[in-house]
């Protein structure tokens, strides 16, 4: 099987990847780019300029939040109707080129933070499997799959509790290999030294620690201090950023 998360827009990369597959596909979430902290391109740089971004980026980083939301805020004030306009259009294009850029994939498809799982799902091609949680057996092993992100303080729509993450990950206690779209809560893993913020779920962590799978495969952080970590038995392995790299895990059949 193939894997890959944090797809954030390049569906050129994705296509020349469709065209080349022999496995199976997994994508791990965050399909669309909304910021790219690199580059300050993006859905919101669309909307707002990229010299507008990269100020809501610095706020971000040093973890001055409210002072993120009232930038935007106050830069929306009196346009708000047109920027949410704007925003839907930007949002619906942008699914449905990278839905069409998976056509023909047959992948297993889960959402990450950013994602809009509404959007998403209606712009995925019909040979596309949309996996909120749930175990598959894939290529010979028992592959559990999570979608979504650790709350964060920005209010980003595919985020969620670390109870609901856990709900969710009960039913994932058979599988030989956890996939989330989150890291686990190891330093190592879950800081992006580009973003700067720390988005591990403690929830994985204790599921691990708790039931061994061989291997965890995530995403969501793109420039980690580390891109694998033993816990226990569990190899965990960061499987991003496919924005910036167009390549995928090769992992193999069983």
Partial sequence: MILIADVHGAAEYMRRLVESLDQELLVLGDLINFTDYRTYEGILADL????????????RMAGRFDEARQLWQKSAEGQEEELRARSIALVEAAYSDIGASLQGANAYVTYGNVDRVGVMKKHLPDDSIFVDHG?????????????????????VPGELT???????????ASADILCTHVAPAIPALQRDVVGGMSKGSAAVLA??????PRFHFFGDVHQPQASEWWVGDTLCRNVGY???????????AR
């Fill in 48 to 59: 707002s300029g990229r010299d507008f971004v990269k100020q809501l980026v610095e706020l």
């Fill in 135 to 155: 175990v598959f057996e894939i290529e010979g092993w028992t592959v559990g799959i999570m979608g979504g992100g650790i709350k964060s303080g920005l209010n």
């Fill in 242 to 252: 496919f924005r910036a790299t167009g390549r995928g895990l090769h992992h193999p």
């Fill in 162 to 172: 670390d109870v609901e993450m856990g709900e969710r990950l009960e039913g994932l």
């Fill in 207 to 212: 599921h691990i620690e708790r039931h061994q």
